[in-house]
Each structure stands twice: as structure tokens, then as C-alpha cells.
């Protein structure tokens, strides 16, 4: 039976207005923390960061809004499977094909954090190479990319944007706990700080060793789908989490000189507005109902990510700008969370100056 085509947005009356009032708000963020880094002089990302910092005439050398800290960026290989239900068979869904991808890992914070700290929105973006069709964003229907944003909880605390933006946003200003009450009501407050007080402190060994998911829909041709990366890779017996500040990017490096890293990517299909709801992303899309279909493989190659072309691809990655947004219309994120996110990137991506799209050519020797 072919998946529901039921799901529906509901976009409420002056929500573009309040979505752009959030970007500013996530990029005045964004614009403090690299006033305060600046004046650090040695910034994190180390050489290209400098020489960026150099070339402004305002002196500061932004990094990301959130996902601030890169802890490795790599070269991939996104291959569809030929196992797909033909309902399944859309855009570079349609046929078996491997296509080139570059995948950044990141923190979620929005400063460079110790990797010991436990963190939920720990993530990893894929950006899967020379994908064809008219891509979404004004501006970039030619670009040959189509980006897959995860995080390591399957859904959020924050409902929307109305959530999420006050809680990031205010959360260590002066009286910032008073000025969310006032935002967001006693009642959804109090979930949502028992929500992050009791999320499981997982100790993380190892990037490859987690589950990644979008924790947000997007359309799937007619249909709307979460998608999710499952790993191949286990903790071996007695594994411990790292004792150093950057012990997940080290981790990750060694592993792949030594050989591949695989993770199975898949999507849940809609079922209903309360199981698996498009405007609500505090709601998890269970597995027991809305089942994981596989539909591509992720390989991190083998690689040397501390060579010197290793280390320039890096570079290249923190530059790239990684956004759901930047995808084919067939793939069109959905809910107020992710239109709340078209804003917010696009605000984030100018302030940094990013790279433009690349199309897998690039090379790094
Ligand atoms: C389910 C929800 C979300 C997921 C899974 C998610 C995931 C991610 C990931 C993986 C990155 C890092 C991208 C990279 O490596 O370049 C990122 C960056 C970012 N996120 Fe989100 N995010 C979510 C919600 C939001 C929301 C609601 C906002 C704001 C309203 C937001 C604002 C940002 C910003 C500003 C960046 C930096 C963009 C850049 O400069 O490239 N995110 N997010």
C-alpha cells in the first residue's frame, strides 16, 4: 500500500514577519560571538579562520549561528540501494546510483564547545553531489546539491519556532528565564525544561556509532517522510568516551585511516496528523509505527584527515553552507520549524560569507 498523502501545513497569519524577527535574533548571536572570539585573536579552524578575519574590513571572522563547531568534515559517497518500493522511487531516489557527497559533523552550540559536554543536537550534515533538477532556494535553481540536516534526538523539545527561538535565544540574557515565561507560557516552559533537564547524558564514544535523525519532515514527492542515518558501526566492548576537548573529531579521524565508516539512510512515511504530526516537532515519529524504510547507504571513505589534502577539505567544509533548504522541490522541507530555518541559514550563511555550491570537482591536493 502506497504511503498516506493526508499531511497538510497550516501556516498561521504573520508567521513570515515573526520568522524573520527570529533570524535577526539567531544572528545577533552569531554576530556577538565573533566579536568575543575576535578578540581572542587565535580563533578556532585554526589558519583559515585567521586569514578570513584578515580580509574583513569589521576585523571578525563569524562562524555558524549554531553547529559552530566543525569536529570534522569529510568526503562521502551517498549510494541508492536497488531495493526501493516503486513509491519510494523519487528524484535521486528513482534509480540505484552512488553519488559523490561532502558530510560536516558538528556540536550544536553556538560557540566552539568541549566535545565532553553532553549535547542532543550533536550532528552531522551530508551534502550529496551533482544531484540534477531545479533546486528550491531564488537564486540557486541550478545548483547541483541536495543537503541532509540531522541531529542526534529524534524530535526537539520546542514545538516551533515560537519555542525554540526565545529559548536559545534569551536563555543566558539577564532575567532570560522571566522574558521565556513571557514568551511562551508556564506551562510549556516547565515541559520544556523538564524535556532537556531529563534527556538521557548518553557518554558518546564515537560519531559513528549513533543514530542521526531530521527530527522534522520533508516532502517525498507526493508524500512527507522524517529521514534518519542508522550506523553500521558498534562501540566495541568496554568502549569510553574521550578525555580530550576534541576527542570526537579524533576518534572519527582514526577510524578512517584504518578504513570506511557505514551508516544505512532511511525514511518514516506520514501516517497521521497525531502520529506523526507536520507542525509539531516535539513529537517523536515512533519506529513501531511509522516504520524505517532503508533507501541509501552512507560510506565515509577511507581517508587521512590530518594529510594536507585532508586538512584542506576540511577548510573547504567549514566554508560550505549546509541548509534542508537546499534541495529540489520534490524534496521541499516542511512545518514551521523548517520554514522558521529557510530564514535563519540564509541570515547565518550571508553573515560568514559561505562558499557558493560546489559541484564535486574541487579538489584539494
Ligand atoms: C529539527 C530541527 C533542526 C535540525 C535537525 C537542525 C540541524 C542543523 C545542523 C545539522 C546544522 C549544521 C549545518 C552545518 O554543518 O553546516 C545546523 C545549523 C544551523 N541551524 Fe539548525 N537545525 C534545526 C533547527 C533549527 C532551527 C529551528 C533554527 C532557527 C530558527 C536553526 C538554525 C540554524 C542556524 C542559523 C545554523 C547555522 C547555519 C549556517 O551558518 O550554515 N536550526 N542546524
Do not use: C
Not at 568526503?75 to 540505484?96: C, H, N, Q, R, S
Not at 556540536?107 to 543536537?121: I, Y
Not at 509539531?280 to 594529510?307: C, G, H, N, P, Y
Amino acid at each position: 500500500m502506497n504511503p498516506s498523502t493526508n499531511w497538510a501545513e497550516i501556516i498561521n497569519e504573520g508567521e513570515a514577519e515573526k520568522l524573520e524577527k527570529y533570524a535577526e535574533a539567531i544572528h545577533a548571536i552569531q554576530k556577538k560571538n565573533a566579536e568575543k572570539s575576535s578578540a581572542g585573536a587565535q580563533l578556532p579552524f585554526k589558519d583559515w579562520v585567521n586569514t578570513r578575519l584578515a580580509s574583513r574590513p569589521d576585523g571578525l571572522a563569524p562562524g555558524r549561528a549554531l553547529h559552530h563547531k566543525g569536529l570534522l568534515g569529510v568526503k562521502a559517497e551517498f549510494t541508492v540501494l536497488d531495493t526501493l518500493p516503486d513509491y519510494a522511487k523519487v528524484g535521486i531516489f528513482a534509480a540505484p546510483k552512488t553519488y559523490q557527497a561532502y558530510v560536516r559533523f558538528s556540536n550544536g552550540g553556538a560557540t566552539s564547545d568541549d566535545d565532553r559536554r553532553p549535547d542532543q543536537q550533536r550532528a552531522i550534515a551530508v551534502k550529496v553531489l551533482q544531484v540534477p533538477g531545479k533546486k528550491i532556494i531564488p537564486g540557486l535553481e541550478n545548483a547541483p546539491t541536495q543537503d541532509f540536516l540531522m541531529i542526534r534526538d529524534p524530535s526537539l523539545p520546542f514545538k516551533n519556532a515560537d519555542e525554540f527561538v526565545p529559548f536559545i535565544t534569551l536563555i543566558s540574557a539577564p532575567m532570560g528565564l522571566f522574558r521565556i515565561l513571557f514568551k511562551v507560557g508556564l506551562f510549556r516552559m516547565l515541559a520544556i525544561i523538564k524535556r532537556v533537564k531529563s534527556a538521557p547524558k548518553i557518554p558518546m564514544v564515537s560519531l559513528a556509532t549513533i543514530k542521526y535523525f531530521s527530527a522534522s519532515p520533508i516532502k517525498f514527492g507526493p508524500y512527507a517522510v522524517h529521514y534518519a542515518l542508522k550506523p553500521r558501526s558498534v562501540d566495541g566492548p568496554g568502549a569510553q568516551p574521550g578525555q580530550t576537548p576534541n576527542y570526537l573529531g579524533e576518534e572519527l579521524s582514526g577510524r578512517l585511516k584504518n578504513g570506511t565508516v557505514i551508516y544505512d539512510f532511511g525514511v518514516q512515511f506520514f501516517i497521521d496528523e497525531n502520529r506523526t504530526p507536520i507542525e509539531d516537532a516535539s513529537v517523536e515519529w515512533k519506529e513501531d509505527m511509522a516504520t524505517f524504510i532503508a533507501l541509501a547507504r552512507l560510506t565515509l571513505t577511507r581517508q587521512d584527515t590530518d594529510s594536507d589534502p585532508g586538512r584542506n577539505l576540511y577548510e573547504f567544509i567549514e566554508n560550505l553552507s549546509f541548509d534542508p533548504w537546499h534541495a529540489p522541490e520534490e524534496f521541499r522541507p516542511l512545518g514551521n520549524m523548517m520554514r522558521a530555518r529557510r530564514v535563519a541559514y540564509k541570515a547565518s550563511v550571508k553573515e560568514r560569507q559561505a562558499l557558493p555550491e560546489p559541484d564535486g570537482t574541487e579538489k584539494f591536493e
